[in-house]
């Protein structure tokens, strides 16, 4: 294995392993492991079992996650990453509030209510936004709020809104951390 890169989740790997192929990009034919942590908390433990080997490692983060992968990093003697521009020189590029939300922004709003369309989720996705916990929010949040509930639509949806993304618009984590790689 040449490279590791760390995701938070399942759909997190899903859409990265779709912008690749997407550019032409076999990852694990290139030797490169995309590994799905199961949530933040366990960057420690996937540090020292990747980490101290010859592979490269990188990661893709929420970005309300920065100061315990920061913490993670140093303590896996990575070195000190006390800014962004230090843990993107490692490799670890942070998305804006969660992955969701940065294909929701790079495909927008219009195009991802006509893929849930397409996916005949459309109607119940008008039904959750009358919702009162739902009127009034940007149609962004609400169509994040949609995809983020249960695992199978989260899953369906990285993969089909990193097939959505213009390849010249990819977001800046997923960009560059497929780069990093």
Do not use: W
Request: glycine content about 12%.
């Amino acid at each position: 294995m040449s490279a590791v890169v760390l995701v938070e989740g399942g759909s997190d790997r899903l859409a990265l392993e779709e912008l690749a192929a997407r550019r032409g990009r076999d990852l694990p034919a290139e030797g490169v492991a995309v590994v799905a942590m199961n949530g933040i908390t366990n960057v420690g433990r996937y540090l020292g079992e990747y980490g101290k080997g010859a592979a490269r490692i990188a990661g893709l983060y929420d970005a309300g996650a920065e100061a315990h992968l920061r913490r993670r990093l140093q303590r896996a003697g990575f070195g000190p990453a006390s800014s962004r521009a230090d843990m993107e020189a490692l490799g670890f590029f942070a998305c804006v509030a969660d992955l969701e939300d940065e294909l929701i922004r790079a495909v927008g709003a219009s195009a991802v209510e006509r893929i849930m369309e397409a996916e005949g989720d459309l109607r119940s996705f008008r039904i959750m936004q009358r919702q009162p916990a739902q009127r009034g929010r940007r149609l962004e949040d609400q169509i994040h709020s949609f995809i983020a509930c249960g695992a199978t639509r989260k899953h369906r949806y990285a993969r089909l809104l990193a097939g959505a993304v213009d390849l010249a618009c990819v977001p800046r984590p997923l960009d560059g951390v497929l780069r990093a790689v």
